[in-house]
């Protein structure tokens, strides 16, 4: 059960972000902002 909370937790965290915040939205303020 550990293991399989800590395996789900680490995948949801990895992929929570990617989907929360993708690359465009992440692209898109930083070239704005370095730009």
Same mark, same amino acid.
């Given at each position: 059960?550990?293991? %399989?909370?800590? %395996?789900? %937790? ?5 992929? $929570? #972000?990617?989907? $929360?915040? #993708?690359k465009? $939205?992440?692209e898109? #303020?930083? %070239?704005?902002?370095n730009?």
């Open positions: 059960m550990h293991e %399989t909370n800590v %395996t789900e %937790t680490a995948d949801s965290a990895s992929l $929570r #972000p990617e989907q $929360r915040v #993708p465009r $939205r992440t898109g #303020p930083s %070239t704005e902002a730009g």
